[in-house]
C-alpha cells in the first residue's frame, strides 16, 4: 500500500506543478481527492487490511491526503496570484494620464447681465418679480391705456395666441413687453412699491442685427406718496454708474408710451468715444438704454390708487442691448444661435 501511496503523491503532485488554470485545479482534485479519485480508492481498501498494517497504512493515507491537499491549496494561491498578476498587467491603466475634460457649464450673457443689473437695483432697495410669459391683452395692452383700434398698438408687433373668447375675440398673447406686471403688481399690493422684472418677451419681428422676435426685458417700478421726476432720475444714474462706470453722463428725451406721463428715453454718453461719436454711438455720442416715465395717472386709477396721493415711475430696457454695448457684441442674433464658440467667450 506504501508504493501504491508513493505513487498517486508523486503522480498527483508532477500534474499539479503543470496545472495553470483554475478549473485544470478542480478537476485535478476530483481525480485525486473525490470520492472515486485515486487516494479515495486506496485509502478505502484501509479497512480490509490486517489489524497491525492498518494503523501505519492508515497513518500514511491520511498524511498523504493532508500533503495533496495542502499543496492543492498553495498552487491554487499561486495560479490566482499569476492570473491577477497578468490581468493587471493587462489591464494596466495609465492614472497620470490628462483624463478627458468635462465640458463645464456657465452662465448665459444674457442672464449674467440680468443678474448684474437686478443686483444693482437690488442693492437700492428693489425686490425681485416675474410675471407669465402667455398674457392677457387687457394686462398687455388695455390697462396700459391702449385700448382696441389704439394706434399705439402698431408700436408692439404681436404674437397672438389661438384662442378665442365666446365673442369671438383673441385675447390671449406671448407679451410683447414687461410693462403688464406693473399692472399685476399694483393689482396685488398696497404702495410702497419698488420692484424690477426680468423676463422674456415676444414680438413679431423681422430679425435683424438689433431686434430678436425673443428678447428679454427688465421692467422696473416705484410707486408711493411724493415720488417725482427727481427720483427717477436720480435712480437710473445711480444704476449707469453701477453698471457702465462712474463717470457716466446720462440724458433723457422726451418719449411717448401710452402708460406714462411724461414719458423719456434715456441715454449714456457713449463709453467707447467718451461722446465724441464712433461706430457704437452710431456717430452721435449718445447710446440709448431704455424708456422710462412716470406712471399715467389713469394707469394708477385703474388699479385702485389714488393718483392724488400716489406717484412713481416706470422704466424697461433690454439686457441684451446692453450686453452688446458693454461686449461689442455686433449682432443680437448670436445670443440664440447656440453656437457654443461665442457663449464660451463670456
Ligand atoms: C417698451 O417695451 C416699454 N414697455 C418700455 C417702458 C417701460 C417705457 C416702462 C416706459 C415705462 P420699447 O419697445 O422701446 O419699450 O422696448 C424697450 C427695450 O426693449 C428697448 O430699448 C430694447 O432694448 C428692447 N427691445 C425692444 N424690442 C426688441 C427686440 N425686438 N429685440 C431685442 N430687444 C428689444
Redesign the pocket.
Known sequence: MQEQLDDIRRKALDELAQISNVGDLDEWRVNHLGRNGSLTTVLRQVGSLAPDERKEAGANGNKTKTLLETSLEKRTEEITNLVLEEKLKNDRIDVTLPGTPLMQGRMHPTMQTIQEITNAFVAMGFQILEGPEVEWDYYNFEALNIPPGHPARD??NTFWVDYEDKDGNRPMLLR????PM?VRTMENREPPVRVVIPGR?Y?Y?A?DA????S?F?I??LTVGEGITFADLKGTLYEFARRIFGMDRQIRFRCDY?P??EP?V?MSIDCFNCQGKGCRVCSSTGWI??????MVHPEVLRRVGYDPEKYTGF?????P???AMLRHGIED?RLFYSNDIRFLQQF
Open positions: 408700436m408692439w410683447t413687453h414687461t410693462s406693473q418677451c414680438r419681428e430679425t438689433t431686434h430678436e422676435s428678447f426685458q421692467e422696473g408710451f402708460f406714462v414719458g428715453d440709448e438704454i431704455m424708456g422710462a416715465g416706470a422704466f424697461g430696457m433690454g441684451e442691448r446692453i443680437i
